[in-house]
């Protein structure tokens, strides 16, 4: 997720062992969100889970934002809220709803890792950017590619084929979000700060939606409760600390596309953990997606330059 207030100053001299291995713990706690939703289910609702884990995270960032946080405003409380509610709480009820449907975890990352395609298509009508060819063509390869992936394992899964929507309705409110910064961008802001906000902010819409389920205490089970922890430390600091720890350490362009391994480490990992099925077609569809991405991503880099 896009979190206004990063400082991208660079790290100069990082040893080369350095740097992989920090891509790589990116890579790993980056698809641990996935495989953290999909481990916690049976054992709590799933917006159980995205409230305690919202909370949690807020809670913990809090003596942070006391001590160190910058004054703010109303609005720009307000509108770190709004991202929140479009860049977290959309973003992670459409993935993680989807997953509780039994939609395969690794086809889920795959098309949450779509922004790019989906920040290109919708700045057509919310910036008035029009797309370029090569945008086109991106787009199209990275849809047909989720297509062929989606269309294998509807017969391999029980999941309703309406539930296979939810994850591209948490990419599009993430890319609104993206979009949203890039029309008007807010006052710069420590990275623990902007995050705390959205945390609560994101809470505020579980709790709603959980209390009207019943529940909004936690589960005491081991299974639910290690699923928060595993949630807030490995996929939202964890996650989140070394996506922008890379950033200081190596370009824009290298870490994108190390994300792009995310999808078939969270296949891998989910056939490996929970006997989730694979095939050649979600192999196939899984190529073909990340060839549309890598090309919307390229072409976009060159206009912008």
């Known amino acids: 997720m896009a979190i206004a207030g990063?400082?991208?100053?660079?790290?100069?001299?990082?040893?080369?062992?350095?740097?992989i291995l920090l891509e790589a713990a990116l890579l790993i706690c980056w698809s641990a969100g996935f495989v953290g939703v999909r481990f916690a289910l049976g054992h709590g609702s799933i917006f159980l889970l995205l409230f305690w884990r919202s909370l949690a995270s807020a809670v913990l960032l809090l003596p942070l934002v006391a001590i160190m946080g910058?004054?703010?405003?109303?609005?720009?409380?307000?509108?770190?809220?709004?991202?929140?509610?479009?860049?977290m709480a959309g973003y992670l009820a459409g993935f993680a709803s989807a997953i509780g449907y039994g939609v395969p975890t690794g086809l889920v990352a795959l098309v949450a890792d779509m922004l790019p395609l989906a920040v290109a298509l919708l700045s057509w009508p919310v910036l008035g950017q029009g797309l370029s060819a090569k945008q086109w063509s991106g787009s199209f390869l990275g849809l047909t590619g989720v297509l062929i992936a989606s269309g294998w394992s509807v017969h391999a899964t029980e999941a309703p084929v309406w539930s296979y929507a939810l994850p591209l309705l948490g990419t599009v409110s993430l890319a609104l979000?993206?979009?949203?910064?890039?029309?008007?961008?807010?006052?710069?802001m420590p990275l623990f700060?902007?995050?705390?906000?959205?945390?609560?902010?994101?809470?505020?819409?579980?709790?709603?939606?959980?209390?009207y389920q019943g529940r909004l205490l936690p589960v005491l089970d081991a299974h639910f409760i290690g699923g928060v922890f595993w949630l807030v430390f490995v996929a939202t600091f964890g996650g989140y600390g070394l996506y922008y720890l890379a950033l200081r350490t190596s370009s824009a362009t290298r870490v994108t596309t190390i994300?792009?391994?995310s999808p078939p480490l969270t296949?891998?990992?989910?056939?490996?953990v929970f006997d989730e099925p694979l095939s050649w077609g979600m192999a196939v569809g899984l190529v073909v997606s990340l060839l549309g991405v890598v090309v919307v991503a390229k072409s976009t880099q060159a206009i912008r330059a």
């Open 6 to 19: 990063l400082q991208s100053t660079k790290l100069r001299h990082v040893p080369l062992v350095v740097m």
């Open 193 to 211: 700060q902007s995050l705390c906000i959205q945390c609560f902010s994101a809470s505020i819409i579980f709790a709603a939606i959980t209390l």
């Open 177 to 188: 979000a993206t979009l949203l910064q890039k029309r008007k961008p807010s006052t710069p």
């Open 70 to 87: 910058r004054k703010l405003s109303w609005r720009d409380v307000l509108y770190q809220a709004v991202l929140g509610a479009l860049g």
């Open 267 to 272: 296949m891998i990992w989910a056939w490996l």
């Open 259 to 261: 994300l792009y391994l």
